[in-house]
């Protein structure tokens, strides 16, 4: 569950007074993922929670994403999670490729993987084609927008022809999801696709 978006809640995984909440939205997760066919399901951490301590807030989001990845197993789906900057989101729990590896590791689950966002991850960390070619085990989804502006590739600092390339190169076979804000219109926009070499 992403909680009250209207409010600026962002996910409520790492929120130790809302498991039950959480809980209950797995349940429905998988109830709509049936419905639509879906295969895979990301889960957001959330802002970290204000009143509780790094250790706590850290082994609630562990021990829910053990508790949906098993769930999520069980009916064929997969566990994504996904680490978001802390400038368009301020406070956000899950923010670096290094914490969520971490995270992982502690969940110990087959069924927990990456859901890497270019955009995000440029933000916060840079070195993306390395990233992705060290840890392409377990990223099992990847986003993109341009940084600075978060609008379609071509648009900002990011090599995108160069990353698309190095996807194919190193055997990346998910989907990448189109995760901007058109600079423009969405239309005038797409041209990005053939600039980049990507239809």
């Not at 197993?73 to 956000?92: C, H, S, W």
């Not at 927008?145 to 390339?165: H, K, Q, S, V, W």
């Not at 194919?168 to 058109?182: L, S, T």
């Not at 926009?189 to 070499?197: Q, S």
């Amino acid at each position: 569950p992403a909680g009250d978006w209207a409010k600026g809640e962002r996910g409520i995984a790492c929120h130790p007074d809302r498991v039950e909440e959480f809980r209950a939205g797995v349940d429905k997760a998988i109830a709509y993922a049936q419905v639509l066919g879906n295969t895979q399901i990301n889960c957001l951490a959330g802002i970290r929670p204000q009143g509780y301590d790094c250790a706590t807030v850290e082994q609630t989001f562990v021990e829910n994403l053990k508790f949906a990845a098993e769930k999520l197993q069980a009916a064929g789906i997969k566990l994504v999670m996904e680490m978001i900057n802390t400038r368009d989101i301020p406070g956000f729990y899950l923010n670096t490729t290094k914490q969520a590896l971490a995270i992982r590791d502690k969940v110990a689950s087959s069924n927990l993987f990456l859901q890497y966002d270019i955009y995000h991850m440029q933000v916060m960390e840079g070195d993306l084609a390395r990233t992705v070619e060290a840890n392409l085990a377990v990223i099992n989804h990847v986003q993109l927008a341009d940084n600075p502006g978060r609008n379609e590739p071509g648009t900002g600092e990011i090599n995108y022809r160069f990353l698309f390339e190095h996807l194919d190169r190193i055997g990346y076979q998910g989907w990448i999801g189109c995760e901007y804000k058109p600079a423009t219109t969405t239309a005038a926009g797409l041209g990005w696709m053939k600039a980049h070499n990507a239809i």
